[in-house]
Every structure is written in C-alpha cells, then in structure tokens.
C-alpha cells in the first residue's frame, strides 16, 4: 500500500485551507495589488520544487506554489467582498511596490 | 543534478484540481436542480481517487490521485452545502431558471440574481443606501 498519495493530499487541504487564510488577511492589510508578487513567489516556488531531492518536500513546495498562484488570481474578488461588506474592510492597506504600475494591469480572475 | 518531478507534478495538480473545482462548483450549483446527483458523483469519485492513490506503484501518480481526490472531496462539501448557502447569502447570484435556486429567491429575501462580484475594486467600502441602488440599478 502507497501512503504517498494520501499524505500529500491530505497536506495539500490543509495548504488550500491555509490559503483561504492568507488571500483574507493579506487582502486586508495589504491590498489587492500585490498579486504578481504572490503569483511570482508562488511561479518560483514551483520551479524550485523540480530542485528539491527529497520527495516528500518537493512534493509540498510546488503543492504549496500553486496555491500561492491560486490565491493571487482570488485576491481582487476579495477585495470587493471586503468593499460589499461580507468580510471586515481595512482602510489603511500597506502597498506594493510599483502599486501604479501594477493599478494599470488587468488583475487575473478565474 | 537530477531533477524531480514530483512537485511540479503536484503544483499542476493542485492548480487545476482547485481551479476546474471552482469553476464547475458555481457552474453545476447554478445549473443542477437535484444538487445531491453532482455531489454524490463527487464524493464517489474522490474517494475512488484515493483508493487508487494507495494502489499506484509511481510516487507521482499516487500524488496526483491523492490531491485530485481531496478537491473532490472538499468540491462535494462546496457543491451540498457551501455554495447553496452563498446563494441564499447572496453571495452568488442565483439562477432563477433552476426550480431549487427559483424557491431560494422566493424564500430569502437576502437571495439575488446580481452577481456581486462581477465588478473592479474600488478603494472604498460600499454604503448600504449605495447598495441598494446598485441592487435596483442592476434589476
């Protein structure tokens, strides 16, 4: 019997979970704006993934890399969730870098 | 240095298992009447995945079978429960084609066909007089 499979999937919940976390809390302090810095840790984390010997660690950082991605796609609907009211707004959002910039580019929506 | 596959086999796995969940969650919500058909088939299938995670010889093809079913797994949870209670919320805009979601609308005042969603943020938080008049603007 291969544990494998179900160890990581089972982990690869909690990551998903942890991730719902992460897009609510990082939306409200931070902002949506900071999409392509979560797309890129999570892009890079996946690559990273592919140099990682160990199976079991590879396996979590390139789950855990995709869920990164998967939650900068989400960030602009929780953005206007915050704004209707279904969850607590935050005024003060501590920008990103380049947040002009990045204002101009359409945020991914999926 | 030899690369390994497993992770991104995982990272591709766990992208599109949560994206296609998404995505089919809300379609099949919206469209399906007898929610329960979409949502057993579901658990079936992710259980059967797991079962199958168990039995495969490859790492990668455990690993893919193990995280595809859990979607599936949490996908039967979103399409029972979850997502018909976003829904009556209105949270998500109901089909009111669909008998099940047209007696949502007739029961819960709360319940709408707009689609919050479906827009920019803004900066600001919305009023509740300001949603009102988006909610009769979009009517």
């Known amino acids: 019997m291969n544990w494998f499979g179900f160890l990581i999937g089972t ?37 990273l993934s592919l140099f990682v010997t160990n199976d079991y660690a590879s396996a979590l950082v390139g789950a855990t890399g995709a869920s990164l991605v998967w939650g ?39 | 240095m030899e690369l390994n596959f497993i992770g991104p086999a995982c990272a591709a796995a766990t992208f599109f ?25 579901a658990l079936v299938l992710g259980i059967g995945l797991e079962f199958a995670s168990f039995q495969a010889d490859s790492l990668i093809v455990s690993a893919i079978c193990g995280i595809l079913g859990v979607t599936l797994l949490w996908d039967a949870l979103e399409l029972a429960v979850r997502q018909p209670k976003r829904v009556i919320k209105g949270h998500a805009p109901a089909n009111p084609n669909n008998p099940r979601h047209a007696r949502i609308l007739e029961r819960y005042p709360t319940a709408t066909t707009i689609d919050w969603l479906d827009r920019n943020p803004r900066g600001t938080p919305y009023a509740a007089d300001e949603l009102l008049s988006v909610k009769d603007e979009l009517k």
């Open chain 2, 17 to 41: 298992g949560v994206w296609l969940g998404h995505v089919s969650v809300r379609k099949l919500e919206r469209e399906v009447e007898r929610i329960w058909i979409p949502a057993t088939l």
């Open chain 1, 72 to 110: 900068s796609t989400e960030l602009k609907e929780q953005a206007v969730r915050g704004e209707l009211g279904w969850y607590p707004f935050h005024g003060r959002k501590l920008h990103p870098p380049l947040a002009e910039m990045i204002k101009k580019w359409k945020a991914p929506s999926l």
């Open chain 1, 11 to 47: 982990c690869t919940l909690f990551i998903i979970g942890l991730g719902f976390v992460w897009v609510i809390r990082g939306e409200r302090y931070l902002g949506y704006l900071w999409w392509p810095y979560a797309m890129s840790a999570g892009i890079l984390l996946m690559v």
